[in-house]
């Protein structure tokens, strides 16, 4: 979705694919999040707006990854590890009495907002969020001596 919204690469019609692409990836993730899956005990309308935060943050990551790779592998990894980071990790790292509270702690909680818009500032900053540049390909002669 993301390279056929940012089509020509300038910087407006990247950030329009990023933002749409993160909107996309947090409707998603919507049927587990109004389960209660990402933020158990939120209300929808707390947990809804934080998931989209959550996923337009992370979204240029992943496509970094895929983009740079030129594999969905790397982005795959990654969502896997901030899937666990984001909730399992920081259950077994806490003290088993404590009530977690997902905004708080973890990636997809305003800690780990700040540390992904952070990372994606950084990331925006340095021009790697751009589209990378199509390698020019060598036309073959054709039988006739043209190219073909």
Request: charged share 15%; proline share 9%; aromatic share 8%.
């Amino acid at each position: 979705m993301f390279p056929r919204l940012a089509q020509d690469g300038r910087r407006t019609r990247l950030v329009l694919a990023y933002l749409a692409t993160g909107v996309a990836f947090a409707l998603w993730h919507l049927p587990t999040l109004l389960m209660g899956g990402q933020y158990p005990g939120r209300p929808w309308y707390v947990s809804v707006p934080a998931m989209l935060v959550s996923c337009t943050l992370a979204l240029p990551v992943f496509t970094w990854l895929r983009l740079r790779s030129g594999s969905v592998i790397p982005a795959v990894l990654g969502h896997a590890c901030v899937s666990t980071v984001s909730v399992s990790m920081v259950k077994e790292c806490a003290d088993p009495n404590l009530t977690l509270d997902p905004l708080h702690r973890g990636l997809f909680g305003r800690p780990g907002w700040i540390a992904m818009g952070g990372f994606v500032t950084f990331l925006a900053v340095t021009g790697r969020l751009r589209l990378p540049r199509p390698v020019p390909t060598r036309r073959v002669a054709g039988p006739g001596g043209g190219a073909g």
